[in-house]
């Protein structure tokens, strides 16, 4: 894809810059002033301006409700309503809640008063290196590279959803993310464990388990113990915040 696309995937900072700086450092050079002119608020600017990065930085770093509507603007523009009373009840734990939320969604946006912070010694110095290789060992690192930007983290999600009267399902997010299980299996164990039926939907946000009946805790529990994921994985999605199983 072009290089101006590379930000809005997964592995800009993994994979695309080191490369963008070792194969074509003008256009690595370039497209980061675009990216501080484009994310500087009330800049005024737009990619075509060609602006100054040092003039359009800003001179502090976001605030918590700041960061937390540019991560809500990205993945949940829904819940943007919300971010008072959810900072309000969070308030001390912040850490706790970013890290539940890169969880669920994914890394968070990148603060402008930080953007130039991927020149640091470690990466120039990973960059460097990959210079001075030969290319069999280039082939062998991009190929060592490449497994280590696939991974997926597992990271489960539970969420109890009401229907009509006193009935309810329990929904369950992620466990594709769970090395070797297979969603149709994980649903004939389900269905099995709890008496009822369980089927695999395609949704807009990926593929998920539907679980006739509220059984949070207890599905909770059985994908710690039967499919050995880690506690620490598991969250539960309580009115759009989530809560460590491990707690």
Known sequence: MPPEYCEYGPDYESHCVPWLKLNAPEEYTRLEKLRIVKKSPGSGQTEGDG????????????????????????YAPDKIDGISAILEKYA?????????????????????FYADIDNDK???????????????????????GAKKVNKVDTRIVIQKI??????????????????????????????????????????????????????CDDCAAMIVSKYKVSADCV????????VPFAD
Request: net charge positive.
């Open 122 to 144: 470690d990466e120039d110095g990973e960059v460097e290196k990959m210079k001075n290789m030969s290319v069999s060992d280039k082939k062998k690192r991009r190929g060592a």
């Open 51 to 74: 602006a100054d990065s040092t003039a359009s930085k800003p001179i502090e770093p976001w605030t918590t409700e700041k960061r937390l509507h540019e991560f809500y603007s990205k």
């Open 162 to 215: 009401a229907r009509n009267r006193k009935k309810a399902v329990t929904i369950v997010v992620g466990l594709d993310t769970v090395p070797g299980l297979k969603l149709k299996e994980a649903a004939k164990d389900f269905s099995k464990r709890f008496a009822g039926s369980s089927s695999v939907k395609d949704t807009a946000q990926g593929k998920e388990i539907v679980i006739q009946g509220d059984h």
């Open 235 to 242: 969250y539960f999605d309580k009115d759009g915040e989530f």
């Open 92 to 112: 001390g734990k912040e850490d706790k809640l970013f890290a539940a939320l890169v969880k669920k969604y994914g890394n968070e946006p990148i603060d402008p």
